[in-house]
């Protein structure tokens, strides 16, 4: 079977920005910067995305392109003969399952709140409804489940088009609508009475507000925020790679894709801190600052319910952008593997994904009791942990060592493969850095994962 190509260059730069581009960027991004002190976490989060994330993507890249495979055969196909790195191929799309697992059901809430906005459940509505409507979705499993449903069928629905009708064609208009959004969210927020604060607070760095939340703290959330954005390590770029052309350097894309990424991310905080300051409301508020504390915004706004609705159609296309890539991904494996039809791939996946997802919607209520990680815990922070702190890091891990070891792949092959085309080449200084430099960040990264989970030091 021959492989699919993408139709252009743009295709695969929006589709592999949209793959990056996910809930991280406007829901855990913003929050976190408002916890370190706005502009200052900011500067230390761009240092380390530059340090390894934009190498390391430029890795998983090079072994797509060079094997024109999915994670699933593309270490057996470039690995020495006789080596066993191709076991690392089961790691990588147990990482892709285990992410939509529950990545499917927080997208189904963006979905759902779309109609809530449109439909006005929160306009002139108390703080506290605001709050008991979000409780009551998390306690209700059946409408969870029906949104998460839906969420899964519009993904694969437009994966099952193809490679070009369908993934890149939709991703496109959909990436293209998402910038549109952020641009005309953001002249609304900047332009709110009182915005100018909320504008200072996220652009002017504040290292005295940075210190007195621990510095060491904020490292350890721009470093590990840095990795997990990219979303590398379990493949879920390299399949892009595969599709890709050779006319363009993959460090030169990396750097554009990082570049989408990390503007959507500090765009999100220009809607998100100017309405916060307007409003009085805790820009640092957590994981709720989504669900509760931004619809609480939107009640008090002029038009919210018009821009209410318009921010969660822009979360949704951020998730469905993810979803669509991961899921590309999922359908690879079949297709590879098993040499299974994209049909059959599809509809296979579909069932699979939608029962795999089911103990995620539970465990905010049937199984509520069950607390993996501590009090307050459930199934989602627990698959959240394995792969954001697991399978990402480790991945990582693998590919930096298959691309620069005499046993693996090798940094020679790397190398030639990373710099065929026109633009930015990877150069041969990188080696030492990324042979022996960056693998300890990333440990580092890993193991603080640990302590930060299971101790009260961070």
Known sequence: ????????????????????????????????????????????????????????????????????????????????????????????????????????????????????????????????????????????????????????????????????????????????????????????????????????????????????????????AAMSQALFTLSIGIGSMAIFGSYVGKDRTLLTESINITLLDTGVALMAGLIIFPACFSFGVDAGAGPGLIFETLPNIFAKMTGGRIWGTLFFVFLSFAALSTLIAVFENIISFAMDL????????VLVNIIAIIVLSIPCVLGFNLWSSFQPLGEGTGVLDLEDFIVSYNLLPLGCLVYLFFCTRKKGWGFKNFQEEANTGKGIKFPNWMRVYVSYILPVIVLAVFILGYVATFTDLL
């Open 1 to 220: 079977m021959a492989r699919e190509k993408f139709g252009s260059r743009l295709g695969f730069l929006l589709i592999s920005a949209g793959c990056a581009i996910g809930i991280g960027n406007v829901w855990k991004f913003p929050y976190i910067t408002g916890q370190y002190g706005g502009a200052a976490f900011v500067l230390i989060y761009l240092f380390f995305l530059a340090i390894f994330g934009i190498p390391l993507m430029t890795m998983e890249f090079a072994v797509g392109r060079a094997s024109r495979k999915s994670c699933a055969s593309s270490f057996k196909t470039l690995e020495p003969e006789g080596t066993k790195w191709h076991l690392a191929s089961y790691f990588g799309m147990a990482g892709n399952y285990l992410l939509m697992m529950f990545y499917t059901n927080v997208s189904g809430w963006m979905l759902s709140y779309v109609f809530k906005m449109a439909k006005g459940d929160f306009a002139n509505a108390s703080s506290d409804a605001i709050t008991a409507s979000y409780n009551s979705m998390l306690a209700e499993p059946i409408p969870q489940i029906i949104w998460m449903v839906i969420a899964i069928l519009l993904g694969f629905g437009i994966c099952s088009l193809g490679l070009q009708k369908g993934v890149e064609r939709v991703t496109k208009v959909m990436m293209v609508c998402l910038l549109g959004l952020m641009v005309v969210l953001s002249i609304n927020s900047i332009l709110l009475d009182g915005a100018s604060e909320g504008i200072a607070f996220y652009l002017v760095p504040n290292f005295e507000n940075l210190a007195k939340n621990g510095i060491f703290n904020a490292i350890y």
């Open 338 to 345: 098993l040499n299974w039809s994209r049909k059959k791939a």
